[in-house]
Protein backbone atom coordinates (compact mmCIF):
# COMPACT_ATOMS: atom_id res chain seq x y z
CA UNK A 1 0.00 0.00 0.00
CA UNK A 2 1.16 3.21 -0.85
CA UNK A 3 0.32 6.72 -0.04
CA UNK A 4 -0.19 9.51 -2.32
CA UNK A 5 0.42 13.12 -2.62
CA UNK A 6 0.74 14.84 -5.33
CA UNK A 7 -0.09 18.39 -6.87
CA UNK A 8 -0.99 18.77 -10.53
CA UNK A 9 -0.71 21.57 -13.50
CA UNK A 10 -1.40 21.99 -16.81
CA UNK A 11 1.49 22.60 -19.12
CA UNK A 12 2.43 25.13 -21.32
CA UNK A 13 4.19 25.28 -24.03
CA UNK A 14 6.95 22.55 -24.93
CA UNK A 15 10.06 23.62 -22.72
CA UNK A 16 9.39 20.92 -20.67
CA UNK A 17 10.01 18.36 -23.94
CA UNK A 18 14.11 19.42 -23.22
CA UNK A 19 14.45 17.47 -19.87
CA UNK A 20 11.59 14.26 -20.93
CA UNK A 21 12.93 10.99 -21.49
CA UNK A 22 11.36 8.21 -23.33
CA UNK A 23 7.53 8.30 -23.09
CA UNK A 24 5.20 5.12 -22.12
CA UNK A 25 2.09 5.24 -23.83
CA UNK A 26 -0.18 4.14 -21.46
CA UNK A 27 -4.06 2.84 -22.14
CA UNK A 28 -6.07 2.86 -19.04
CA UNK A 29 -10.02 2.46 -18.04
CA UNK A 30 -11.65 2.95 -14.60
CA UNK A 31 -13.94 -0.14 -13.91
CA UNK A 32 -15.55 0.87 -10.46
CA UNK A 33 -15.92 4.22 -9.25
CA UNK A 34 -17.58 6.53 -6.43
CA UNK A 35 -17.05 9.27 -4.96
CA UNK A 36 -14.21 8.39 -2.39
CA UNK A 37 -13.02 4.98 -4.45
CA UNK A 38 -11.95 3.48 -7.72
CA UNK A 39 -10.85 0.97 -9.46
CA UNK A 40 -8.44 1.07 -12.85
CA UNK A 41 -6.62 -1.30 -15.52
CA UNK A 42 -3.48 0.34 -17.18
CA UNK A 43 -1.29 -1.38 -19.91
CA UNK A 44 1.70 0.24 -20.78
CA UNK A 45 3.32 0.10 -24.40
CA UNK A 46 0.68 -2.49 -25.15
CA UNK A 47 2.89 -5.04 -23.71
CA UNK A 48 2.60 -5.27 -19.84
CA UNK A 49 -0.70 -4.42 -17.48
CA UNK A 50 -1.77 -3.63 -14.07
CA UNK A 51 -4.71 -2.73 -12.08
CA UNK A 52 -5.14 -0.13 -9.33
CA UNK A 53 -7.45 0.36 -6.28
CA UNK A 54 -7.89 3.67 -4.63
CA UNK A 55 -9.37 4.87 -1.74
CA UNK A 56 -10.10 7.90 -0.22
CA UNK A 57 -11.68 11.38 -0.58
CA UNK A 58 -8.61 13.80 -0.48
CA UNK A 59 -7.74 14.87 -3.88
CA UNK A 60 -3.81 15.52 -2.20
CA UNK A 61 -3.77 11.97 -0.72
CA UNK A 62 -4.90 8.54 -1.09
CA UNK A 63 -4.26 4.88 -0.42
CA UNK A 64 -3.23 3.05 -3.41
CA UNK A 65 -2.70 -0.91 -4.35
CA UNK A 66 -1.44 -2.09 -7.38
CA UNK A 67 -1.00 -5.09 -9.30
CA UNK A 68 0.63 -6.32 -12.65
CA UNK A 69 -1.56 -8.46 -13.89
CA UNK A 70 -2.08 -10.63 -17.35
CA UNK A 71 -1.66 -8.45 -20.61
CA UNK A 72 -4.86 -10.74 -21.53
CA UNK A 73 -7.04 -10.08 -18.75
CA UNK A 74 -6.04 -6.29 -18.73
CA UNK A 75 -7.73 -6.21 -22.27
CA UNK A 76 -10.62 -8.40 -21.33
CA UNK A 77 -11.19 -5.93 -18.67
CA UNK A 78 -11.19 -3.15 -20.74
CA UNK A 79 -14.56 -3.99 -22.29
CA UNK A 80 -15.68 -3.17 -19.13
CA UNK A 81 -14.74 0.34 -19.63
CA UNK A 82 -16.79 2.82 -17.46
CA UNK A 83 -16.70 5.90 -20.37
CA UNK A 84 -14.00 5.84 -22.37
CA UNK A 85 -10.15 4.18 -22.63
CA UNK A 86 -7.83 7.02 -21.89
CA UNK A 87 -4.86 7.32 -23.98
CA UNK A 88 -1.59 9.29 -23.44
CA UNK A 89 2.04 9.32 -23.62
CA UNK A 90 3.48 9.70 -20.19
CA UNK A 91 7.14 11.26 -19.66
CA UNK A 92 9.43 11.82 -16.58
CA UNK A 93 10.69 15.34 -16.49
CA UNK A 94 13.38 15.67 -13.58
CA UNK A 95 13.83 18.86 -11.90
CA UNK A 96 16.35 19.47 -8.40
CA UNK A 97 14.70 16.68 -6.39
CA UNK A 98 11.38 15.99 -8.30
CA UNK A 99 9.85 13.92 -10.89
CA UNK A 100 7.61 15.25 -13.17
CA UNK A 101 5.14 13.40 -14.86
CA UNK A 102 4.01 15.34 -17.84
CA UNK A 103 0.56 13.35 -19.93
CA UNK A 104 0.08 14.39 -23.50
CA UNK A 105 -3.34 13.27 -24.57
CA UNK A 106 -4.05 11.36 -27.11
CA UNK A 107 -7.83 10.21 -29.05
CA UNK A 108 -10.52 12.25 -27.49
CA UNK A 109 -8.60 14.36 -24.80
CA UNK A 110 -6.07 15.13 -28.04
CA UNK A 111 -4.65 18.78 -26.71
CA UNK A 112 -4.57 18.11 -23.46
CA UNK A 113 -1.14 18.25 -21.50
CA UNK A 114 -0.77 17.95 -17.84
CA UNK A 115 1.67 17.51 -15.42
CA UNK A 116 1.88 16.09 -11.77
CA UNK A 117 4.35 15.77 -8.94
CA UNK A 118 4.75 12.64 -6.32
CA UNK A 119 5.58 14.57 -3.26
CA UNK A 120 6.92 13.01 -0.08
CA UNK A 121 4.43 15.06 2.51
CA UNK A 122 1.67 17.32 1.98
CA UNK A 123 3.74 20.25 2.88
CA UNK A 124 6.27 19.80 0.65
CA UNK A 125 7.78 22.89 -1.69
CA UNK A 126 9.04 21.58 -5.53
CA UNK A 127 10.17 24.17 -7.67
CA UNK A 128 7.48 25.22 -10.18
CA UNK A 129 9.75 24.76 -13.57
CA UNK A 130 8.37 27.84 -15.95
CA UNK A 131 6.50 25.36 -18.86
CA UNK A 132 3.69 25.37 -15.87
CA UNK A 133 0.18 26.56 -16.30
CA UNK A 134 -2.30 27.14 -13.85
CA UNK A 135 -2.50 24.39 -11.30
CA UNK A 136 -5.38 22.05 -11.03
CA UNK A 137 -5.01 20.43 -8.49
CA UNK A 138 -8.26 19.28 -6.26
CA UNK A 139 -10.18 20.16 -9.04
CA UNK A 140 -12.17 16.97 -10.42
CA UNK A 141 -12.93 17.65 -14.03
CA UNK A 142 -8.83 16.79 -14.74
CA UNK A 143 -8.82 13.70 -12.63
CA UNK A 144 -8.62 10.72 -15.31
CA UNK A 145 -11.62 9.25 -14.10
CA UNK A 146 -13.68 12.35 -15.27
CA UNK A 147 -12.03 12.71 -18.64
CA UNK A 148 -13.23 8.92 -19.24
CA UNK A 149 -16.27 10.05 -18.13
CA UNK A 150 -17.48 12.76 -20.22
CA UNK A 151 -14.80 11.90 -23.40
CA UNK A 152 -13.05 15.45 -24.08
CA UNK A 153 -10.99 17.55 -22.20
CA UNK A 154 -12.79 20.33 -20.31
CA UNK A 155 -13.80 23.41 -21.92
CA UNK A 156 -11.19 26.15 -21.24
CA UNK A 157 -9.16 23.77 -23.01
CA UNK A 158 -10.94 23.16 -25.89
CA UNK B 1 -10.24 -14.90 -16.98
CA UNK B 2 -13.21 -17.49 -15.72
CA UNK B 3 -16.58 -17.58 -16.55
CA UNK B 4 -18.31 -18.57 -14.19
CA UNK B 5 -21.69 -20.56 -13.60
CA UNK B 6 -23.53 -21.68 -10.78
CA UNK B 7 -26.39 -22.83 -9.15
CA UNK B 8 -26.89 -21.85 -5.29
CA UNK B 9 -29.56 -23.30 -2.85
CA UNK B 10 -30.03 -23.11 0.99
CA UNK B 11 -29.53 -26.23 2.73
CA UNK B 12 -31.61 -28.04 5.29
CA UNK B 13 -29.91 -29.74 8.40
CA UNK B 14 -26.54 -31.28 8.96
CA UNK B 15 -25.93 -34.57 7.06
CA UNK B 16 -23.57 -32.37 4.24
CA UNK B 17 -21.32 -32.89 7.23
CA UNK B 18 -20.53 -36.69 6.13
CA UNK B 19 -19.09 -35.91 2.93
CA UNK B 20 -17.66 -32.45 3.76
CA UNK B 21 -13.81 -31.94 3.63
CA UNK B 22 -11.92 -29.94 6.00
CA UNK B 23 -13.14 -26.24 5.65
CA UNK B 24 -11.47 -23.08 4.78
CA UNK B 25 -12.05 -19.84 7.04
CA UNK B 26 -13.03 -16.78 4.68
CA UNK B 27 -13.28 -13.18 5.61
CA UNK B 28 -14.17 -11.16 2.57
CA UNK B 29 -15.18 -7.63 2.11
CA UNK B 30 -16.71 -5.91 -0.85
CA UNK B 31 -14.66 -3.18 -1.68
CA UNK B 32 -16.53 -1.29 -4.63
CA UNK B 33 -20.20 -2.26 -6.15
CA UNK B 34 -22.29 -1.54 -8.71
CA UNK B 35 -25.22 -3.25 -10.25
CA UNK B 36 -23.45 -5.20 -13.16
CA UNK B 37 -19.85 -5.48 -11.31
CA UNK B 38 -17.58 -5.52 -8.27
CA UNK B 39 -14.50 -5.63 -6.25
CA UNK B 40 -13.65 -7.69 -3.23
CA UNK B 41 -10.65 -8.73 -1.16
CA UNK B 42 -11.09 -12.56 0.38
CA UNK B 43 -8.38 -13.42 3.04
CA UNK B 44 -8.36 -17.03 3.85
CA UNK B 45 -7.38 -18.89 7.17
CA UNK B 46 -5.74 -15.98 7.97
CA UNK B 47 -2.85 -16.46 5.81
CA UNK B 48 -3.53 -15.75 2.49
CA UNK B 49 -5.39 -12.93 0.34
CA UNK B 50 -6.88 -12.06 -2.90
CA UNK B 51 -8.82 -10.11 -4.96
CA UNK B 52 -11.71 -10.79 -7.09
CA UNK B 53 -13.16 -8.40 -10.21
CA UNK B 54 -16.66 -9.27 -11.24
CA UNK B 55 -18.07 -7.95 -13.98
CA UNK B 56 -22.01 -9.03 -15.43
CA UNK B 57 -25.41 -8.56 -14.71
CA UNK B 58 -26.66 -12.31 -15.56
CA UNK B 59 -26.92 -13.96 -11.75
CA UNK B 60 -26.03 -17.55 -13.52
CA UNK B 61 -22.72 -16.58 -15.71
CA UNK B 62 -20.53 -13.34 -14.87
CA UNK B 63 -17.15 -12.76 -16.00
CA UNK B 64 -14.43 -13.34 -13.27
CA UNK B 65 -10.51 -12.05 -12.85
CA UNK B 66 -8.56 -13.02 -9.31
CA UNK B 67 -5.36 -12.09 -8.49
CA UNK B 68 -3.38 -13.11 -4.96
CA UNK B 69 -2.48 -10.18 -3.65
CA UNK B 70 -0.31 -9.78 0.11
CA UNK B 71 -1.96 -10.09 3.18
CA UNK B 72 -1.13 -7.21 4.30
CA UNK B 73 -2.53 -5.25 1.65
CA UNK B 74 -6.11 -6.98 2.10
CA UNK B 75 -6.37 -5.91 5.46
CA UNK B 76 -5.36 -2.68 4.94
CA UNK B 77 -8.35 -2.96 1.87
CA UNK B 78 -10.42 -4.16 4.52
CA UNK B 79 -10.78 -1.01 6.63
CA UNK B 80 -12.39 0.55 3.64
CA UNK B 81 -15.34 -2.38 3.36
CA UNK B 82 -18.72 -1.23 2.28
CA UNK B 83 -20.85 -3.03 4.66
CA UNK B 84 -19.73 -5.34 7.24
CA UNK B 85 -16.97 -7.53 6.70
CA UNK B 86 -18.66 -11.45 6.12
CA UNK B 87 -16.99 -14.44 7.74
CA UNK B 88 -17.95 -17.74 7.07
CA UNK B 89 -15.92 -21.15 6.72
CA UNK B 90 -16.60 -22.92 3.16
CA UNK B 91 -16.41 -26.75 2.95
CA UNK B 92 -15.48 -28.63 -0.26
CA UNK B 93 -18.32 -31.56 -0.30
CA UNK B 94 -17.96 -33.77 -3.56
CA UNK B 95 -20.68 -35.31 -5.17
CA UNK B 96 -20.44 -37.18 -8.47
CA UNK B 97 -19.19 -35.24 -11.01
CA UNK B 98 -19.55 -31.86 -9.16
CA UNK B 99 -18.45 -30.27 -6.17
CA UNK B 100 -20.33 -28.33 -3.62
CA UNK B 101 -19.00 -25.76 -2.02
CA UNK B 102 -21.34 -25.18 1.53
CA UNK B 103 -20.85 -21.82 3.24
CA UNK B 104 -21.38 -21.59 7.01
CA UNK B 105 -21.47 -18.32 8.23
CA UNK B 106 -20.21 -17.01 11.49
CA UNK B 107 -20.79 -13.74 13.61
CA UNK B 108 -23.74 -11.10 11.74
CA UNK B 109 -24.66 -13.83 9.78
CA UNK B 110 -24.72 -16.89 11.73
CA UNK B 111 -27.59 -19.38 11.27
CA UNK B 112 -27.39 -19.06 7.66
CA UNK B 113 -25.92 -21.50 5.73
CA UNK B 114 -25.96 -21.76 1.70
CA UNK B 115 -24.56 -24.62 -1.16
CA UNK B 116 -23.18 -23.42 -4.65
CA UNK B 117 -21.79 -25.40 -7.11
CA UNK B 118 -19.86 -24.37 -10.15
CA UNK B 119 -21.33 -25.53 -13.55
CA UNK B 120 -19.56 -26.11 -17.30
CA UNK B 121 -22.56 -24.60 -18.88
CA UNK B 122 -25.52 -23.23 -18.38
CA UNK B 123 -28.21 -26.24 -18.95
CA UNK B 124 -25.71 -28.84 -17.11
CA UNK B 125 -28.28 -30.81 -14.61
CA UNK B 126 -26.29 -31.87 -11.79
CA UNK B 127 -27.73 -34.35 -9.10
CA UNK B 128 -29.42 -32.29 -6.00
CA UNK B 129 -28.46 -33.86 -2.36
CA UNK B 130 -31.32 -34.29 -0.18
CA UNK B 131 -29.29 -31.99 1.95
CA UNK B 132 -30.55 -28.78 -0.13
CA UNK B 133 -33.22 -26.85 0.65
CA UNK B 134 -34.95 -24.21 -1.34
CA UNK B 135 -33.04 -23.08 -4.73
CA UNK B 136 -31.66 -19.21 -4.12
CA UNK B 137 -30.45 -18.48 -7.57
CA UNK B 138 -30.88 -15.54 -8.74
CA UNK B 139 -31.96 -14.47 -5.38
CA UNK B 140 -30.05 -11.17 -4.37
CA UNK B 141 -30.48 -11.38 -1.13
CA UNK B 142 -28.20 -14.12 -1.08
CA UNK B 143 -25.46 -12.58 -3.14
CA UNK B 144 -22.79 -11.93 -0.52
CA UNK B 145 -22.47 -8.37 -1.81
CA UNK B 146 -25.99 -8.32 -0.41
CA UNK B 147 -25.47 -9.64 2.82
CA UNK B 148 -22.55 -7.71 3.50
CA UNK B 149 -24.44 -4.28 3.40
CA UNK B 150 -27.38 -5.55 5.06
CA UNK B 151 -25.18 -6.70 7.95
CA UNK B 152 -28.16 -9.84 8.47
CA UNK B 153 -29.72 -12.53 6.89
CA UNK B 154 -32.83 -12.39 4.95
CA UNK B 155 -35.77 -12.82 7.63
CA UNK B 156 -37.36 -15.95 6.16
CA UNK B 157 -34.07 -17.33 8.05
CA UNK B 158 -33.98 -15.32 10.97
Given at each position: ?AR??ER?????????????????????????GA???????????D??A???????G??????????????????????????????K??????????V?????Y??????L?????????????????????????????Y????????????????
Amino acid sequence: MAREIERKFLVDGDDWKDGAEKGVRLKQAYLLGAADRSARVRVFDDSRARITLKFGGSAMSRDEFEYDIPLEDALDMMTHALGSVIDKTRYRVPDGNFVWEVDVYHGDHAGLVVAEVELPNETATPRLPDWLGREVTGDRRYINQALAETGAIPEENG
